[in-house]
């Protein structure tokens, strides 16, 4: 039997479009999300006895711990994990509040830690965890002061762990994913989309495509690795053209 896959933030975006990418791709797949209108409009569309939904906040241990302790209980032990930051929040340094970084450091930091230790007590044989990020978090963005400091500390913390656990079975990889329409619609401070170097945002479906890769068997001597799922804005950033 396969081992189960848990996407933490899975009720929508790119969350949900990782889960449906899984569950084509035949993992049995729990959903956790802390938002319950979210996640009851998830549980509608997807008619699938190997699926299930789970209302948690994923920055809290305890509620992590009993989410996960459902998931063993309804679909085995767990092989997979994936954990989208969802904190973007645009805003200069000077108006970024000491609030606002801790929101950012719990939502994109701390609640991907707890996963990742709820999923190592939990995991069978092997286990495979990506960490969904932002390209915020690989060089200097105006206005994401926030959201680059917790996106930098998530690619660290994926390079640790899979240094840490590596020699378990275990591997740790992390995705810089670029704008999503989604994304940019709710964000004032984002890239226009006729400046991206492919002239538009990324789909959800593939930063989940990615995401696939990085679990399955063809990744399994990929470890400890940050990638770019960004369109080429990065490197247009990096080489001095405007994007």
Same mark, same amino acid.
């Given at each position: ?140 963005? $105006? ?98 053209? $405007?994007?």
């Amino acid at each position: 039997m396969r081992h189960s896959a848990v996407v933490i933030g899975g009720a929508s975006g790119i969350g949900l479009a990782v889960a449906e990418r899984l569950i084509s791709d035949g993992w049995p797949v729990a959903m956790i999300d802390g938002d319950a209108a979210a996640l009851a409009a998830a549980a509608d569309a997807i008619d699938n006895d190997d699926v299930v939904f789970i209302e948690a906040d994923p920055t809290d241990e305890d509620n992590v711990a009993e989410a996960f302790d459902q998931v063993v209980d309804s679909l085995g032990l767990v092989g997979g994990l994936v954990a989208v930051a969802g904190f973007d929040r645009h805003a200069s340094a000077e108006d970024t509040s000491a609030e606002m970084l801790r929101e950012a450091l719990d939502v994109n930091l701390v609640g991907p830690f707890i996963a990742a230790k709820a999923a190592l007590e939990r995991m069978g044989a092997s286990l495979s965890i990506v960490n969904v990020g932002s390209v915020a978090g690989l060089r200097a963005h $105006r206005g994401k002061l926030a959201v680059a400091a917790s996106q930098a500390g998530l690619k660290l913390m994926a390079e640790v762990l899979a240094l840490e656990a590596g020699n378990r079975g275990v591997r740790v990889n992390a995705i810089a994913a670029g704008p999503t329409e989604t994304e940019a619609a709710g964000n004032g401070g984002g890239v226009a989309a006729r400046l991206m170097p492919q002239g538009r945002y990324a789909e959800p479906e593939e930063i989940a495509a990615a995401v696939a890769f990085l679990l399955s068997p063809e990744a399994s001597y990929v470890n400890g690795h940050t990638l770019a799922v960004d369109g080429g804005f990065l490197a247009a950033a990096l080489s001095g053209d $405007r994007a």
